[in-house]
């Protein structure tokens, strides 16, 4: 089969308006080897070039790419398939040409697509803040995304050198910005990078926040109505800014306690080694020792097979130090720093703990400080709520992810999601923070270290008192149209003994009694994901309640993987 002329007149278009002469370069290659006949070629109906439609769905942020025709795609095709969609936070894939890429043509139309929004808001001449991880891309993509903003009009703020992603956030309220630009990808794999988006005062319902709809709708609209990428005016002056010194302040007052306590953390190749390091000895801990295979950043992420805390395997090494060391919390960090895992010592070594745990230690730990209300998400323990009650605080329960959970009302001192993610001052950070949380957890640590006790004895206050909660995900490879099938299936025939409602379109969750299950697509990939949590009431035999909970999960589990299918 010769290649579809659809596909060949697409990488045409598409290498005609690539500024870049290296990935204008990377897709003549894949051409050619399609022409030549030295790779597949499908037929599919390509996604268009570099001044085509920047919208639809760009399917998994890392896996394999498909055309339209939806089956597997060829390199070329792949390259070609689809736009990244500019969704709820910005773009996410892997660091090649093309438009299903991370590379300058697609960063410069996305940055196009947004000053012209942001334009069309009264916001020329604004402040815009721009940053960057160590990613594989990101110092290129960063100088495109403020030479467009400058060009535009916008004093543009540039952050020096890789930087976490909380001190972009804190920057954009701090400077009164009207957005932010974060290159990264986060946790992803190492060939992905990313393009993250804040909205700033005047523009958003919740200054520094993440964009919620109908925000994203209308940027991703703007950015399909972008001139060609070459033809995108991309220089401009920008200032170098570095809030972090402001930053660190604004951390140290998280740390109160005063007691010696011995830390072991690791960035995991990322960007928040230094920076938490410092957050840390500002707030007065000083006992810090750091994974050396992990401290500067890599953007190959050698150690590890996936830069995730949650990862099995990724924080291996970070356990092996606090062994040790004979370090009283260990801490993880991801790449972008804006996500934080624990470790406690127990007598048979160091374990890392879950989200939940860590969440629900947290919110209890702030709330004994302040009361405000406090917030969670539909897929995280329920827990919280029940800290919450015995506070006098009020808490509220959102649709997963943190542009949800910072707009959960006003008077938040607290949010957090089982993924990880913390958010410990919303009145400077209004998303996750890793490194505040990082703060806070090694304050609690102290604390009760002081009075001679640990992270595990005040889980066990809070299960005695609350019950225990044991809380599993499940994910499950599928495609979109199986996923649609089984939550349709599930909502219209609940199985036997639960009751079910929907939060949200895309979220069905079954409830009886003393156990919840939540099922819901992945946002980036093509997995239909479940969260089950069982809960055994208040007790002191908390050994015989853990019991019963790991076996009621072992059955829940193994029930609710039988009924998605």
């Known amino acids: 089969m010769g290649l579809d002329p659809r596909l060949r007149d697409a990488a045409l278009r598409w290498i005609a308006d690539d500024p870049d002469p290296a990935t204008r370069t990377e897709l003549q290659k894949l051409l050619v080897d399609a022409m030549t006949g030295t790779a597949a070629v499908p037929t599919v109906d390509p996604a268009g070039s570099a001044s085509g439609p920047m919208v639809g769905s760009a399917g998994s942020a890392s896996g394999p790419m498909v055309g339209s025709a939806g089956s597997p795609s060829g390199p070329l095709a792949d390259a070609l398939s689809g736009p990244l969609r500019f969704g709820t936070a910005g773009l996410r894939g892997p660091v090649r040409a093309g438009p299903a890429g991370m590379n300058v043509a697609v960063v410069r139309r996305a940055t196009a697509g947004l000053a012209a929004w942001l334009v069309a808001r009264g916001a020329r001449g604004r402040t815009v803040v721009v940053g960057r991880d160590a990613r594989h891309g990101s110092e290129a993509f960063a100088r495109e995304a403020a030479g467009v903003l400058a060009a535009a009009g916008f004093a543009v703020h540039v952050l020096p050198g890789p930087a976490p992603t909380p001190?972009?956030?804190?920057?954009?309220?701090?400077?009164?910005?009207?957005?932010?630009?974060?290159?990264?990808?986060?946790?992803?794999?190492?060939?992905?990078?990313?393009?993250?988006?804040?909205?700033?005062?005047?523009?958003?319902?919740?200054?520094?926040?993440?964009?919620?709809?109908?925000?994203?709708?209308?940027?991703?609209?703007?950015?399909?109505?972008?001139?060609?990428?070459?033809?995108?005016?991309?220089?401009?002056?920008?200032?170098?800014?570095?809030?972090?010194?402001?930053?660190?302040?604004?951390?140290?007052?998280?740390?109160?306690?005063?007691?010696?306590?011995?830390?072991?953390?690791?960035?995991?190749?990322?960007?928040?080694?230094?920076?938490?390091?410092?957050?840390?000895?500002?707030?007065?801990?000083?006992?810090?020792?750091?994974?050396?295979?992990?401290?500067?950043?890599?953007?190959?992420?050698?150690?590890?097979?996936?830069?995730?805390?949650?990862?099995?395997?990724?924080?291996?090494?970070?356990?092996?130090?606090?062994?040790?060391t004979s370090a009283d919390l260990a801490i993880a960090l991801d790449p972008d720093a804006d996500r934080c895992a624990l470790g406690v010592p127990t007598a048979t070594g160091p374990r890392m703990l879950t989200g939940d745990e860590t969440g629900v230690l947290l919110g209890d730990h702030l709330l004994r400080r302040r009361t405000g209300l406090v917030a969670t998400t539909v897929v995280s323990s329920s827990m919280l709520a029940k800290v919450a009650a015995a506070h006098g605080a009020p808490s509220a329960e959102t649709l997963t992810g943190f542009k949800w959970i910072v707009r959960a009302g006003p008077e938040l001192v607290y949010g957090y999601e089982e993924a990880l993610g913390y958010c410990v001052d919303p009145e400077a950070v209004r998303d996750k923070d890793g490194i505040a949380a990082a703060v806070v957890a090694a304050d609690l640590a102290a604390g009760l270290k002081a009075a001679g006790r640990t992270l595990l004895d005040r889980l066990d206050e809070l299960s005695r008192a609350h019950g225990v909660h044991r809380t599993v995900g499940i994910s499950l490879r599928m495609a979109p149209e199986q996923r649609d099938a089984v939550l349709a299936r599930l909502a219209a025939a609940p199985p036997e003994g639960w009751a079910v409602d929907r939060p949200a379109d895309d979220v069905l969750r079954l409830r009886r009694e003393d156990a919840r299950v939540v099922v819901r697509p992945s946002g980036t990939e093509p997995k239909l994901k479940a969260y089950l949590e069982v809960v055994e009431p208040p007790t002191d035999d908390l050994d015989a309640a853990r019991a019963r909970a790991d076996g009621r999960m072992a059955a829940l589990r193994e029930e609710i993987t039988r009924l998605i299918g």
């Open 167 to 324: 001190l972009l956030a804190f920057a954009v309220r701090r400077r009164g910005a009207a957005a932010g630009v974060q290159i990264t990808a986060s946790h992803n794999p190492p060939q992905d990078n990313g393009y993250k988006v804040y909205l700033g005062e005047g523009v958003s319902d919740a200054p520094g926040a993440q964009l919620v709809s109908p925000a994203d709708a209308e940027i991703e609209a703007a950015i399909a109505a972008a001139p060609p990428a070459v033809a995108v005016p991309a220089e401009g002056p920008t200032t170098v800014d570095d809030p972090g010194e402001e930053y660190l302040d604004r951390v140290a007052h998280l740390g109160t306690a005063t007691a010696g306590l011995r830390i072991a953390l690791t960035p995991l190749h990322g960007v928040g080694g230094a920076t938490a390091v410092h957050a840390l000895a500002r707030s007065g801990f000083t006992d810090v020792h750091v994974v050396p295979e992990q401290a500067a950043p890599d953007p190959d992420f050698p150690t590890v097979d996936f830069p995730n805390p949650e990862e099995p395997g990724a924080t291996d090494l970070l356990l092996v130090l606090a062994e040790r």
